[in-house]
C-alpha cells in the first residue's frame, strides 16, 4: 500500500480545513528576507525539534510544506515553542520571504526606478515581494475568512548597505505593516521585529548602516504599541557572520515565540 498519498492528500488539504476549524487558526506571517528564508539545516537540528507538533501547520508562498526539511529558518523551534503555549489551538506559520530582498521589494508601491537607480540586484531578481506574499496569502485562503494574528519580520541587512535605504527604513516599515493590515484586514495585526547584527565589516559585504538600521528597529515599537522588537545578539553564525546557522535559527525562533507570547498576553489583560 502507498502511504504516501494520503499524507500528500491531508498536508494538500490543511489550509481549506484550517478555514473550517470551530475556532479560527492563530496565524503568524513570518517574512524578510534571508535569515528568514533560513540558512540552517534540517539535518542538524537538535532532537528535540524534529517531530513536527500536531497542532502547526507550516505554508510556504501559499503551498502546505513538511515544517523540518531542508534548509530551515526560525520556523521550527517557533512552531514547537507556541504549540506547547498554546496546545489547544491550531497555529498556522505563513512564511514568505527572498533573500537579499531590501524595504523597496515589499513596499505596497514598488519603485521598479530606484530599484534600477541603486542597482539592487536581489530586488531586480525577485520582483514585487510584496505583491507576491499577497498573492500567496489568497491562494491559501481564499474565501477571505483568516486574518493574521502577527507578523514576525527578519529584514535589513540589504537596506544597511546603502544609506539612502537605511535613512528611509522607518518610513519603509511602516508603510509594510499598515498595508498588511489594510489589505489582510486585520487592522489588530501585531508585528515582532528582529534586529539585524552583521558586523560592519563582513567576509561578503559591507553593512556601513548597520548601526542605524538596528537603531530604527529597536526604537520602532515607541511609535506602534501593537510591536515589540528582539535582539539577535549572540545568536551563531555562519562563517559569513550575516547568516544565522543550524542553532543560531534555533535561538531566533525561540525569541520570536517568548516576544510573541508577550504580546498576545496583552490581549487577555
Not at 93 to 98: S, T
Not at 238 to 244: I, P, R
Amino acid at each position: 500500500m502507498n502511504r504516501t498519498l494520503p499524507l500528500l492528500t491531508a498536508l494538500l488539504l490543511a489550509p481549506l480545513a484550517l478555514l473550517h476549524a470551530a475556532e479560527p487558526p492563530l496565524v503568524f506571517i513570518l517574512s524578510g528576507q534571508s535569515n528568514m528564508a533560513g540558512y540552517g539545516k534540517a539535518a542538524e537540528l537538535a532532537a528535540e525539534w524534529r517531530t513536527p507538533p500536531p497542532n502547526v501547520t507550516l505554508i510556504h508562498w501559499g503551498r502546505t510544506q513538511a515544517l523540518a526539511k531542508g534548509s530551515i529558518g526560525p520556523e521550527v523551534t517557533l512552531a514547537h515553542a507556541l504549540a506547547r503555549a498554546m496546545p489547544g489551538r491550531q497555529i498556522v506559520l505563513f512564511k514568505a520571504a527572498h533573500g537579499g530582498t531590501s524595504q523597496l521589494a515589499w513596499q505596497p508601491e514598488l519603485d521598479q526606478a530606484r530599484i534600477d537607480r541603486l542597482k539592487l540586484s536581489h530586488d531586480q531578481r525577485v520582483g514585487h515581494a510584496y505583491a507576491q506574499l499577497i498573492a500567496a496569502w489568497k491562494k491559501a485562503f481564499p474565501d477571505g475568512g483568516v486574518k493574521p494574528t502577527a507578523l514576525l519580520w527578519m529584514q535589513g541587512e540589504s537596506d544597511a548597505r546603502v544609506p539612502e535605504l537605511a535613512k528611509d527604513y522607518e518610513q519603509h516599515l511602516t508603510n509594510l505593516i499598515a498595508s498588511l493590515r489594510r489589505d489582510l484586514d486585520a487592522p489588530q495585526m501585531k508585528a515582532v521585529i528582529a534586529e539585524i547584527n552583521p558586523a560592519k565589516v563582513t567576509p561578503v559585504s559591507p553593512f556601513p548602516c548597520v548601526d542605524e538600521v538596528r537603531a530604527t528597529q529597536r526604537a520602532f515599537p515607541a511609535k506602534d504599541s501593537l510591536t515589540i522588537c528582539i535582539s539577535t545578539d549572540g545568536l551563531t553564525k555562519a562563517k559569513d557572520q550575516v547568516h544565522y546557522d543550524t542553532a543560531g535559527q534555533e535561538g531566533l525562533g525561540l525569541r520570536f515565540a517568548e516576544a510573541l507570547q508577550k504580546l498576545l498576553a496583552k490581549d487577555s489583560q
